[in-house]
């Protein structure tokens, strides 16, 4: 497999478990949650799993766009910026459970 699909996949990943850890967070927390202001106040007008998934999606389309443009080098920055700062953080607060 060649380096820049692995990094497409490890970035479909990543929002993967960004959302799941998101969508758990708040169905057992409330919308308190959410960091993002933007995707809270989205969730509190249509709910938090059609926001997710639009969100997710979003950003899945997005990334395969750099993929697709060649622009491999963004997309290994926002995979390591996703596992860093969005699931990174998650794996530490569910770890403290």
Wanted: hydrophobic fraction near 60%; charge should be positive.
């Amino acid at each position: 497999m060649r380096w820049s699909r692995l990094i497409l996949l490890l970035f479909f990943v990543a929002q993967f478990w960004d959302g799941l850890f998101t969508w758990v967070a708040v169905e057992h927390h409330g919308l308190a949650a959410e960091g993002n202001a933007i995707l809270a106040t989205w969730m509190h007008l249509v709910g938090p799993m059609p926001t997710l998934l639009v969100a997710k999606i979003g950003a899945a389309a997005g990334g395969l766009l750099l993929y697709t443009r060649g622009i491999h080098g963004v997309l290994a920055g926002l995979t390591m910026l996703y596992a860093a700062a969005a699931v990174g953080p998650w794996l530490a607060y569910y770890a403290t459970l």
